[in-house]
């Protein structure tokens, strides 16, 4: 059986690879976007004490600071003396917790970046300080967002495939599973593992570009 | 005649880093009034007109609009009857033309959408602006954007409106047609306050004038009495030099 036979027949296994990665990144989005918005609306709008802030821009220093192979290898190994945890669950716990940071961090620069003239003109008509983020600020922000935020998107699909290393059978490790049974076409694989990877990229993107070109609105920002 | 006081001013006080910018100030407002506020730059009147709704809050002194004290507690329905027309407009830049006079009728007035949409219409002709409803506040001009913004505040249907220089960020060719807009709300009897150097419009439009120095009301009076006969030193200088820039 040549690498492509087997290929074709183990082609499954890769996509089945590649729908654990996909699972991985849409939980650590989903992870990063809900706690991130929350670190960051907390950053700005919550309680300026020390209390507060302070213990929020440690968590960020921390988990940005701290290479994302160690965090896999702390939750995964570390925790798992204290509670059960999956390689899976580590997966997504440490790269949501990691995406949280740099999504806080969007999102802030997001939100600073609308003028504060909104807000003040959208209290003057007597909208409540929720209603003023939820109508007028929220959707400028997103505006903002929403370009760094796919380059976020981007890394982090890449960054799926370190959690091959605490054991996780996403695509990479599917890939590996193919290369030691049939010992080497090491090159073939991979190469169709990479195209696996650019093409959900590239899906990503462009759906994640339309959304741009949708919230986009005539000279916003200029 | 009481019960048409509108706005009633009374002792209001504010420092900023201990300096006292307004040293206690009071004045009404009756319905159908137009005043305008006048001044040096740094008198307060800004100040004193963000007082007013509480964008910037007092150190003393109270507010009552419509016989009621403007509170902590009741300050976004309070705002919502007092219209604010910025400097800078403050148009919500990602909206439309139609949905920045429409989105504060909807989600703070609690009006339906139809009826919102037919009262922004209508705001919109009011300041000459019916096409331009699907436009977005960059694609218009100086003049045209504060041309929606008033109509943004009209929408609310104000007890009063108040104007913080609204043609001063205007190239000087675009205030005429904001001035115009301001006159004929005059002359429709809409009750206003206007911080402004634009002293024709004062002169035209007024019914009393304030002039501010120092965070104090240093004359009020009809038109005719400060511009023909003022009593204060002060307010001749300052008149004399508006007059120059003329
Ligand atoms: N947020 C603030 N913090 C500190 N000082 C302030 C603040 N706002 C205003 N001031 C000061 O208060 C004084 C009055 O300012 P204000 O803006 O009310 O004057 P103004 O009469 O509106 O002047 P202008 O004609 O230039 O608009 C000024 O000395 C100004 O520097
Ligand atoms: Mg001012």
């Not at chain 2, 009809?222 to 204060?232: I, N, R």
């Amino acid at each position: 059986m040549d690498i492509y036979d087997v290929l074709l027949r183990d082609f499954p296994f890769l996509l089945k690879g590649l729908g654990v990665a996909i699972v991985l990144l849409v939980a650590l989005l989903i992870i990063g976007f809900v706690l991130g918005l929350a670190i960051c609306l907390l950053q700005l709008y919550g309680p300026k004490t020390r209390l507060v802030q302070w213990p929020l821009k440690l968590y960020e220093r921390v988990f940005r600071g701290i290479p994302i192979i160690i965090m896999l290898f702390i939750f995964y190994y570390g925790m798992s003396g204290i509670f059960e945890i999956s390689a899976f669950g580590a997966a997504v716990l440490a790269m949501g917790l990691r995406s949280a940071a740099y999504q806080s961090q969007i999102f802030r620069s997001a939100f600073q970046s609308v003028p504060s003239g909104q807000m003040m003109a959208a209290r003057a008509m007597g909208m409540s300080k929720m209603v003023a983020i939820r109508q007028i600020i929220f959707p400028q922000a997103a505006i903002h967002a929403i370009g760094p935020w796919t380059n976020e998107f981007s890394s982090e699909i890449k960054e799926t495939s370190l959690a091959y290393v605490i054991g996780v059978v996403e695509l990479t490790r599917q890939a590996h599973y193919i290369i030691t049974s049939t010992q080497g076409n090491v090159l073939t694989v991979f190469a169709v593992v990479a195209l696996l990877y650019f093409v959900l990229n590239r899906v990503g993107n462009s759906l994640l570009y339309a959304y741009e070109r949708k919230l986009a609105v005539p000279g916003f920002g200029k | 005649m009481a019960d048409d006081l509108i706005l009633d001013v009374q002792e209001v006080k504010k420092a900023y880093d201990g300096v006292e910018v307004l040293k206690g100030i009071s004045f009404g407002l009756y319905r159908g009034e137009t005043k305008v506020l006048i001044g040096p730059s740094g008198s307060g009147k800004s100040t004193l007109l963000r007082c007013i709704n509480q964008l910037t809050v007092p150190d003393a002194g109270r507010i009552y609009l419509n016989g009621k004290e403007v509170l902590d507690s009741n300050i976004d329905t309070m705002r919502a009857r007092m219209g604010f027309v910025f400097q800078d407009f403050n148009l919500f830049s990602h909206l439309t033309v139609l949905d920045n006079v429409r989105i504060c009728q909807i989600k703070v007035n609690g009006i339906n959408k139809d009826d919102a949409t037919q009262r922004a219409h209508r705001e919109l002709e009011r300041v000459g602006l019916s096409e331009r409803a699907n436009a977005y506040p960059a694609e218009l001009s100086g003049g045209q954007q504060q041309r929606v913004s008033i109509a943004r505040a009209l929408a609310m249907d104000p007890d009063v409106l108040l104007f913080d220089e609204p043609t001063s960020a205007l190239d000087p060719e675009l205030t005429g047609e904001v001035v115009r807009v301001m006159q004929q709300l005059a002359v429709e009897g809409m009750t206003m306050v206007v911080v402004t150097h634009e002293m024709s419009f004062a002169r035209q439009a007024a019914d009393e004038i304030i002039f501010m120095e120092n965070g104090h009301i240093v004359e009020q009076g009809t038109p005719a009495e400060l511009f023909d006969a003022s009593a204060s030193d002060r307010t001749r200088a300052f008149l004399n030099i508006i007059k120059e820039h003329e």
